[in-house]
């Protein structure tokens, strides 16, 4: 099934159960829909100028997740140091464009030169049951 669809049944299930004066807070196990940034990698482009799919994850992943680069003591604990992009840079689209991925002969190619970036909505949570798409909507009698 659609996702788009099952929410919009819950929700119209959730209209029914409300206009009964006794159920009381209804709610569903789906979230609102999150925006995200894909990216499409165009593989051939990406070959062509030397770039591996590994090389791409790995660039992307450590300027929206970051890298742990060393380890701190505090007390007892080793802590993690990881070092990322700003918040402000992580959102941005254009940002992300400009990011220069190296290319082979030490080059640097601006990712949007081997990558095409969108913003897109999807759900943040998928409930499924027998790997079928599921919402709950529960209340309260």
């Not at 196990?29 to 940034?37: R, S």
């Not at 992307?60 to 680069?69: F, Q, R």
């Not at 993690?80 to 400009?98: G, K, P």
């Not at 030490?106 to 999807?122: H, K, M, N």
């Amino acid at each position: 099934p659609d996702p788009d669809k099952t929410r919009s049944l819950a929700q119209q299930f959730a209209q029914v159960l409300g206009s009964d004066a006794a159920v009381r807070n209804i709610n569903y196990d789906w979230n609102e829909p999150a925006k995200v940034i894909k990216i499409e990698v165009d593989q051939d482009r990406a070959r062509a100028l030397g770039i591996s799919s590994q090389q791409l994850a790995d660039t992307i992943n450590s300027i929206l997740s970051g890298s742990k680069i060393t380890q701190m003591r505090d007390d007892t604990y080793l802590v993690d140091i990881v070092a990322r992009a700003v918040q402000s840079e992580r959102a941005d689209i254009d940002t992300l464009r400009t990011l220069t991925v190296s290319a082979s002969g030490g080059r640097r190619v601006p990712l949007d030169q081997v990558a095409t970036l969108t913003y897109q909505t999807e759900p943040p949570l998928i409930w499924r049951r027998g790997r079928v798409p599921t919402v709950t909507v529960q209340a309260d009698v």
